[in-house]
């Protein structure tokens, strides 16, 4: 894991979290009041984004990770090489980075798999300030995924 600022993100990096901060104000959050919002990173440069929405019926709640995962699947991207999270509360500006939760660090980890890469996650602030950037390795340790079904 490493910390970093945006202005020493590569250009890409730096255009996958904008667009994560752009389509975060899309989220539908009437019960948390929390935005979110992701960009992935496919094969070919494809950015894909999406943001978390939000449901009476919390299990049928979508998280921006996974919003975003199934927008590239949906649009033919079988390789996912990043995503970006960003986040904020309704009232005021989240000040640390804000992490994927359990269930979509498991949906990033099976990306990650069928990708053959090691996904890279970068995690930020609403100010852009302080980000993390990890691998989904390192978010889900001793992950399970299809690789654990073949048989050798």
Same mark, same amino acid.
């Given at each position: ?45 494809? *950015? ?6 939000? =449901? ?5 709640? $979508?998280? +921006?990770?996974? #919003?975003? %995962? ?46 053959? *890469? ?6 930020? =602030? ?5 980000? $993390?950037? +990890?691998?989904? #390795?390192? %978010? ?13």
């Amino acid at each position: 894991m490493k910390k970093i600022n945006f202005q020493k993100l590569n250009k890409i990096d730096q255009n996958l979290l904008k667009r994560a901060f752009e389509v975060m104000n899309n989220s539908y959050n009437p019960y948390s009041k929390f935005y979110v919002g992701a960009a992935v990173l496919g094969d070919g440069n494809k *950015i894909f984004v999406g943001t978390n929405v939000e =449901n009476s019926a919390y299990g049928n709640t $979508i998280c +921006a990770e996974c #919003s975003a %995962l199934t927008s590239a699947r949906a649009n033919g991207i079988k390789k996912v090489l990043k995503i970006a999270v960003i986040g904020k509360n309704s009232e005021k500006a989240v000040l640390d980075p804000i992490s994927p939760c359990g269930s979509c660090r498991q949906m990033i980890f099976e990306a990650s798999q069928v990708s053959e *890469i090691d996904i890279e996650v970068i995690m930020s =602030n609403t100010k852009m300030d302080k980000i $993390i950037i +990890a691998k989904i #390795s390192e %978010l889900l340790p001793l992950g399970f995924g299809p690789k654990n079904f073949k048989s050798k």
